[in-house]
């Protein structure tokens, strides 16, 4: 069997591993004659998947016993909504850190409900740093705080989170969430769509503080409020029970590989030697975001001409390459180094980088 060299950044990645335990229980799932797809919502079987993944999602991440764990749908898009329906107070902003494209449209869905004001913004950089902490400035009487923990298009990432006192912070942990250890118990909320860090796409993980829960007006339908599912233990309608599943898989897999800290370990042995290939090319390679910002999830490079870019990304999805073209947006090339992309794929790139540079350098 041969398996890509895979960068895509997401969907994305998934460990051989769990695909391989997925596929062994895809038509029997521990015996009950049918696929976990098959079953109810409301049997035994699936709220032993529902209450696992819950349970993994609280130990891997520490996750305090104040916070609640959702799993809802609608992508972490339908989240840069939801959160303004139910946090954002009339006459008090909700503060938004802006430093690229995730960050843009959640500021425009919050915009469709409510106030909001721009904390700090890197657009004058191009993106392509994420501000100090000291540069965020934050309305006293701010309904939240929100930022973008991981730009999975620039190839940015925070590494320190501002402290907000008694306003709520809010993240959009999409492209970095299990990455590396956090302290949850700064935020208000932490929501991040699966398809990137944590399985497949069909599911949303929200995790957010008990008082927070409660905040939401009356006005707001049944499926759009977090006590709603809070109060169901994410099973108040169907919930996508085959993407669940997938991410209690991808759970245990973290716990088996030393948890989320040997992830952050791996995660930099990983990049280590794609953003070496870059700095140590004397310039054939070109890092876009500036080194204090740089991601471990998703590397973004230039080279010296689009011909050249073009012909790297050919000449690499002809040798098992997958996912390197950089987004439609910003052009140049990106390499996405999920939790679940093996070092050997990392190897193997770099191993190609300097091999490209040789050729073309
Ligand atoms: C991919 C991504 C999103 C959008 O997620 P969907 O699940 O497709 O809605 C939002 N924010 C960040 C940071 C992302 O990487």
């Given at each position: 069997m041969a398996r890509a060299f895979n960068f895509n950044a997401g969907p994305a990645a998934i460990p051989l591993e769990v695909l391989q335990q997925a596929a062994e229980q895809f038509v029997d799932y521990q015996g009950a004659g049918m696929s976990i797809m098959e079953m109810s919502h409301r049997s035994a079987l699936y709220e032993g998947v529902n209450n696992e993944a819950q349970s993994l999602l609280r130990e891997l991440f520490g996750v305090p016993d104040n916070y609640q764990v959702l799993f809802l749908q609608g992508g972490a898009s339908t989240q840069f909504a939801m959160l303004p329906m139910n946090l954002l107070k009339p006459g008090r902003p909700a503060a938004y850190v802006k430093t690229g494209a995730w960050a843009d449209k959640a500021i425009k869905e919050a915009k469709l409900i409510g106030d909001t004001v721009?904390?700090?913004?890197?657009e004058a950089d191009s993106y392509m740093r994420m501000p100090e902490v000291a540069e965020i400035i934050v309305p006293s009487n701010a309904s939240y705080l929100h930022l973008t923990s991981n730009e999975t298009i620039g190839g940015t990432q925070f590494h320190e989170f501002p402290d907000t006192g008694d306003i709520p912070l809010v993240a959009?942990?999409?492209?970095?969430?299990?990455?590396r250890p956090i302290d949850?118990?700064?935020?208000g909320v932490i929501y991040a769509g699966a398809q990137k860090n944590l399985g497949p796409s069909g599911v949303t993980v929200v995790i957010i503080r008990d008082d927070l829960?409660?905040?939401?007006?009356?006005?707001?339908p049944a499926m759009f409020r977090y006590d709603t599912h809070a109060k169901s233990s994410s099973?108040?309608?169907?919930?996508?029970s085959f993407s669940v599943y997938m991410v209690s898989l991808v759970l245990k897999w973290i716990q088996a590989k030393g948890g989320v800290a040997q992830m952050e370990q791996y995660n930099r042995d990983k990049t280590k030697l794609i953003y070496d290939a870059i700095d140590l090319s004397g310039g054939f390679y070109r890092g876009c975001a500036q080194p204090q910002s740089r991601s471990l999830m998703n590397i973004t490079f230039r080279l010296g001409s689009e011909e050249l870019e073009k012909l790297f990304v050919k000449q690499s999805e002809a040798e098992?390459?997958?996912?390197?073209?950089?987004?439609r947006d910003v052009g140049g090339l990106r390499a996405s180094t999920y939790n679940a992309v093996p070092l050997e794929s990392c190897e193997a790139l770099a191993q190609f980088m300097a091999d490209f540079q040789k050729r073309n350098g």
């Open positions: 721009v904390a700090a913004s890197t959009d942990m999409s492209s970095d969430i299990l990455s949850v118990s700064k935020f829960v409660q905040e939401s007006p009356k006005t707001i099973l108040y309608n169907t919930p996508p098992g390459f997958v996912g390197l073209k950089g987004h």
